[in-house]
């Protein structure tokens, strides 16, 4: 059975990280919670739940999963497969098996869990999540000749092929790095439809006007970034 574990970057989300982690399947053999300066319960609930808890000072979404990959790295072990899944039990954590099935199965490098219209509940992303994410896979396509349909955070890789990324966003540009990473070094990829809900809490990015044009800045600036190369 392949060695799976998985990263959840956390800040103050004691109400929904110990869902997340306790709806994980059992298999997975590690589950790493990175709390980044959470002020509430999220470290003691995420330890309650059966989580490996480490912290980064340093702010930041990518911040959190860069500190989650080093203490992974360090290990005398490590796994075949990475998930990443955000704290805010906005995904359905007991599918992370149909999105590591097309490694498993197939041997792609990475998948995408993408939040089929379809399959949201309703005002589960804001308009301007939804805009942004029409806007960034089109230009991805439009440049890169991409199939992405989705950014969404619900994501699994293989080990060895997420090292060759080299990430480095250290905010909310971590997603489409990855991503456009990927396309680049021609790696293989795909989306799996998976379904989300309305998140517990408010978002750090979307719940603000600040947070949104913020992730919006870093995401565009990684697509014409990435074009110019």
């Known amino acids: 059975m392949a060695d799976i574990k998985v990263i959840i970057p956390a800040i103050n989300e004691g109400d929904s990280i110990g869902k997340v982690v306790s709806e994980l399947p059992?298999?997975?053999?590690?589950?790493?919670?990175?709390?980044?300066?959470?002020?509430?319960?999220?470290?003691?609930?995420?330890?309650k739940a059966g989580a490996t808890v480490i912290s980064e000072n340093r702010k930041g979404y990518g911040s959190a999963c860069l500190k989650g990959l080093k203490y992974i790295s360090e290990q005398s072990k490590t796994p075949d497969i990475i998930v990443f899944i955000d704290g805010d039990y906005s995904d359905y954590p007991e599918e992370l098996d149909k999105v590591v099935a097309p490694i498993l199965e197939n041997g792609v490098d990475f998948v995408v869990?993408?939040?089929k219209k379809s399959l949201r509940e309703p005002g589960s992303m804001t308009p301007q999540q939804?805009?942004?994410?029409q806007l960034a896979t089109f230009l991805m396509r439009l440049f890169?000749?991409?199939?992405f349909t989705d950014l969404g955070p619900f994501r699994a890789i293989k080990y060895e092929k997420l090292k060759e990324?080299?990430?480095?966003?250290?905010?909310?540009?971590?997603t489409v790095e990855m991503q456009l990473k990927i396309l680049r070094k021609k790696m293989t990829y795909t989306e799996v439809p998976v379904r989300y809900k309305k998140r517990i809490g408010v978002s750090k990015v979307s719940g603000t006007v600040k947070g949104t044009i913020f992730a919006g800045m870093k995401i565009l600036g990684w697509i014409f970034k990435y074009s110019l190369k």
Do not use: P
């Not at 059992?26 to 330890?47: C, F, L, M, P, R």
């Not at 990324?165 to 971590?174: A, N, P, R, V």
């Open 165 to 174: 990324l080299e990430m480095q966003d250290t905010t909310y540009g971590w």
């Open 113 to 115: 869990g993408a939040r």
């Open 26 to 47: 059992k298999h997975v053999s590690e589950i790493v919670v990175v709390d980044n300066g959470s002020q509430d319960d999220t470290v003691a609930n995420a330890q």
């Open 144 to 147: 890169f000749r991409s199939r």
């Open 130 to 133: 939804v805009f942004g994410n």
